[in-house]
Structures are given as C-alpha cells and as structure tokens.
C-alpha cells in the first residue's frame, strides 16, 4: 500500500489566531480597570464624583470601548455606580448603608477567623504578627497609605488561612469599597488594637479574639460615614 495514500492534508481552521486578535482589546480593558481601580481607592477620584468615560480615555490614552468595558467590572466590584441617562458615579454609601457594610464585614471576618484558627492556627499568628512588625514601621514613620494597606493585609489573613471557600467569596463582595474606605480613613495607632487580637489568638481563646475583632470592626463605622461625607 502507497505511503502517499496517506499523506498529511494541511487543514484550515479560521479560529487559530483569533485568541492573538482579542489579546490586545483584552490587555487595554485590564489596564484600564487597574487604573480607574487605583484612582478610585487612592481617592484621586472623589466618592460620589462623577467620571466621562471620554475624560478618563484621554488620560488612559485609549479609546473609549475599554474603557467602558472597564467600569462595568468595576461596577461588579461595587466601586461605581452606572445610571442610564445619568451618568457613571463612583460609590458612596449612605448611613445605612456604612452601618450594614461594617455587621457584614464583622460577620464574615469572625466566621473565617475561627475556621482559620482551627486550619491554621500557627501559620495564621506568624503571618498577622508580620503584619503588626509591618504597622510599627510605618506608624513610626507616619505614613497612613501604608498602615492602610497593611491593616487591609492583616484582616485578609484571616480568609486566607480559611478554608471554607465561600466565606472568601461573601468577602469579595466587600473588598473593593472596604479598601477605598480604609484608604481615606486610616487608624494612627493601628498596631495596639491589633496586638491585642494576636495575643487572643495566640493564647488559644478564640471566643475572645472574635470578640475583640467586631469591636474592632465596628468600631470604623463613624470613621467611613466621614469618609462617605455623610456623618
């Protein structure tokens, strides 16, 4: 039997390339929810503030699709609000709504924390006593932007030593705002309140610990109801 019978017959498949062809489309949409994310939580775009797709396509240097594409993830993380006939707002919480925020955040942080203790215990204590090393450096050199990322780090801690995977989702919900909130009203002396939920952890008592962690918690509230502007 003749080999050629069997030759290979190139074949043509007109997806092959069109993964390369979104990739740059893709690329700028990502760029741009990283920008606008940053600007969001930094506080260079104001809470409440109103943003023109066209404005923010000139500074990113893109077209405006991206950037479309851009605030509705965002508007899924919770940072925008998008109003037919209105505009694209960046959030901003109004008194009930900063209330509701810090009893979610409080049940969700003490529900992963105990499972966290339980998984993890000795892990979970070397990474939020790294944190409080972390928080002495900066409350010493007073800066505020990096207490409020650290802070953001502690708390996370405790979903990422959780097991339970749909704790971590219920928290996604609330990451977002969470993190512009905590970026305008940082705590100067964070490393005292948080040294004091290590030594709770590390003693084993973890009905004390949660304790401790929604007085904590819920103690911010007055603080992102100034940053919201509706104290």
Known sequence: MSDAKYREIPIYCPFVNRP???????LLTDLAVDRIRT?????????????????????LGVSKTPVREALLRLKGEGLVEIHP????????????????????????????????????????????????AEMEVAERACDL???????????GQFLAFCPNTYLKSGYDVIRSQLTALRHRSPIANAVESHELLVHAVAAGDTDAACALLVEH????????????GVS
């Not at 901003?92 to 992963?112: F, G, I, K, N, S």
């Open 20 to 26: 390369l062809l979104l990739e740059r489309p893709q």
């Open 39 to 59: 600007a969001i939580v930094d506080g260079e775009l104001g809470l409440g503030a109103q943003v023109s797709e066209a404005q923010l396509a000139q500074q």
């Open 85 to 132: 006939q209105r505009g694209t707002f960046v959030f901003r919480l109004e008194p009930d709504q900063v209330a509701q925020l810090c009893r979610y955040r409080a049940m969700v942080e003490t529900a992963a924390l105990r499972e966290a203790i339980v998984a993890h215990r000795p892990a979970l204590l070397t990474q939020m006593s790294r944190c409080i």
């Open 145 to 155: 932007k990096a207490l409020a990322r650290i802070d953001m780090n502690f708390h």
């Open 217 to 228: 918690v819920l103690e911010n509230e007055p603080r992102y109801r100034v940053a919201c």
